[in-house]
């Protein structure tokens, strides 16, 4: 009787809503459009995709070092074959012998996305495993074969050979889901088997770790170990994500679970399909936000964009006349909102492709033309070392004041003081106050200052310049290129207050 009485208190509060809202002027059947009821069940839904979820369990033999060495025995100790047998044979020792093996396994979920036996799953739950088992919901166990994986998102694509055509599903466009959808989770939690869980798509485009392609769907569904890899799929029955990780201080669910979108998945599996190893695009520049301070001092109005930091020399942004201190609003036709942004539509866009790069340049719009190269080429090349242009004035031996640092000239004594690297060329911070600016942005001994207001600085003098013209031209903070010892620079704003 319970039921009945739910539903009947339901409509009638929906009935006082509306004669609410429509005697108060609003308008009211639009608003009622919204007031939908949660499914009666998701039973159909499961029982039709149910069969194409899979458990997968991995294998992993490690070699354990071993811990004892075999005693130096005087030549023709009569106690040499007693020990070579103890020590090899057994595994004690460092000998040729055996060495103990042991097998590491995990267990985790996958589904199937082509009846001829194609599994989707996440890189982690397979990693380095040598021998790679799919069970299905009819308690078959089929041999896996990795046909290819990628760290970055988070995938793996395995291939099994059954005797029959699998059951299998297919992906939906994860852009079309919207905050507040109802989503259902199936796997393998704590090794329990086929498990189906049901939540809403909590948020959108989370970033979960300070990996480049993040942009990850969130989801309340309870998704626990052994969910990892399993599919997040939408009333259609169709996959919008891969589950892939949870934000949980016990280990469980606790309502935060994160998926990949299917639209950030699907061009890596492709790939991984075709080539066995992903092809990414590559711009070859280092990148970093743009924050309040930097915008105003880079006269864009807003935050907005990817500001670049370092161009790499062997990439293809050098030759397309791209540089430090250019902030890419635009690339291949897409705004770049933020930072964040420029990874993802880089790495999705094939190799080899020229697209046209929008930047803003000292307050000025322009387009580059760059021809991608290959991010895992990229990856192999040794990074930037970023310096500072040589020439200007002549330092003099002294201390400077300015944004509450202490600058001084480089000289070969500092360079050893702080292990600065030869290339690194510029002003050294000597000293910061604590309570300055500066030391907000994280400024430290040991930096160099290379550009104040994307204008190459060698003395002190130079600086402190630079800082009063700018204070006289009303500027609100000075923009610096701050390089480490080791070379690695980064755009920082510093309040002229």
Same mark, same amino acid.
């Given at each position: ?24 002027? $609003? ?25 194409? +979820? ?14 004892? /060495? ?38 985790? *979920?996958?589904?199937?996305?082509? /009846? ?39 995938? $793996? ?7 029959? /055509? ?6 939906? #466009? ?10 259902? $989770? ?33 989801? #309340? ?17 169709? +996959? ?19 998926? +990949? ?54 990439? /293809? ?21 933020? *930072? ?19 930047? +803003? ?71 910061? #106050? ?64």
């Amino acid at each position: 009787m319970a039921k009945p009485f739910l539903t009947t208190l339901r409509r009638t509060a929906i009935a006082a809503a509306a004669a609410t809202a429509i005697g108060a002027g $609003a308008i009211g059947a639009p608003s009622l459009a919204y007031a939908r009821s949660a499914p009666e069940s998701f039973a159909d839904l499961a029982e039709q995709i149910t069969d194409a +979820v899979v458990n997968i369990s991995a294998s992993t033999t490690v070699t354990e070092q071993r811990s004892v /060495p075999i005693p130096q025995l005087p030549p023709g100790s009569p106690f040499q074959d007693f020990f070579d047998d103890f020590f090899n044979n057994r595994g004690g020792g460092e000998g040729g012998g055996p060495r103990p093996q042991r097998r590491s396994n995990s267990l985790g *979920s996958g589904f199937v996305i082509d /009846p001829a036996g194609i599994v989707i799953t996440n890189n982690h739950v397979i990693g380095d495993a040598n021998d790679v088992t799919v069970i299905f919901n009819d308690g078959r166990k089929l041999k896996a074969e990795i046909v290819g994986k990628d760290s970055k998102v988070d995938i $793996a694509v395995l291939r099994v050979k059954p005797d029959k /055509p699998l059951k299998a599903v297919k992906f939906g #466009d994860s852009d079309k889901a919207r905050i507040g959808d109802w989503v259902i $989770a199936i796997g393998n939690p704590f090794g329990l088997g086929g498990s189906v869980s049901a939540g809403i798509v909590s948020a959108r485009n989370r970033d979960i770790s300070d990996q480049s392609y993040g942009h990850y769907i969130q989801t #309340d569904a309870a998704i626990n170990k052994g969910n990892s890899g399993g599919p997040l799929f939408n009333m259609d029955g169709e +996959v919008i994500g891969i589950n892939t990780a949870i934000l949980s201080p016990s280990g469980g669910s606790i309502g935060i679970g994160f998926s +990949v979108p299917s639209n950030m998945a699907k061009p890596v599996i492709d790939q991984l399909i075709q080539y066995g190893e992903t092809r990414r695009g590559w711009l070859g520049v280092r990148i970093q936000n743009v924050d309040d301070a930097i915008a105003e001092s880079l006269a864009l109005g807003s935050p907005r964009g990817a500001l670049v930091a370092g161009i790499d020399d062997k990439g /293809p942004a050098k030759p397309a006349g791209i540089e430090p201190g250019d902030v890419i609003v635009k690339f291949d036709g897409v705004d770049v909102k933020e *930072s964040k942004d420029l990874p993802r539509l880089v790495g999705q866009t094939p190799v080899g492709k020229e697209v046209q790069v929008g930047i +803003v340049r000292k307050g000025q719009e322009m387009t580059k033309t760059v021809k991608l190269g290959r991010l895992e080429d990229g990856e192999k090349q040794a990074k930037l070392s970023s310096g500072g242009n040589g020439g200007g004035d002549v330092d003099k031996p002294t201390v400077k004041r300015a944004l509450g640092l202490e600058l001084s000239p480089m000289n070969d004594e500092l360079r050893r003081r702080y292990s600065i690297k030869e290339n690194v060329k510029g002003v050294v911070v000597s000293r910061v #106050d604590p309570n300055s600016p500066a030391a907000d942005k994280r400024i430290q001994p040991g930096d160099v200052i290379v550009e104040v207001q994307q204008e190459p600085v060698t003395s002190p003098d130079a600086i402190t310049k630079r800082i009063d013209a700018l204070k006289k031209d009303g500027k609100k903070s000075a923009l610096l290129l701050v390089a480490n010892a080791q070379g690695e620079v980064r755009f920082v704003a510093v309040g002229l207050d």
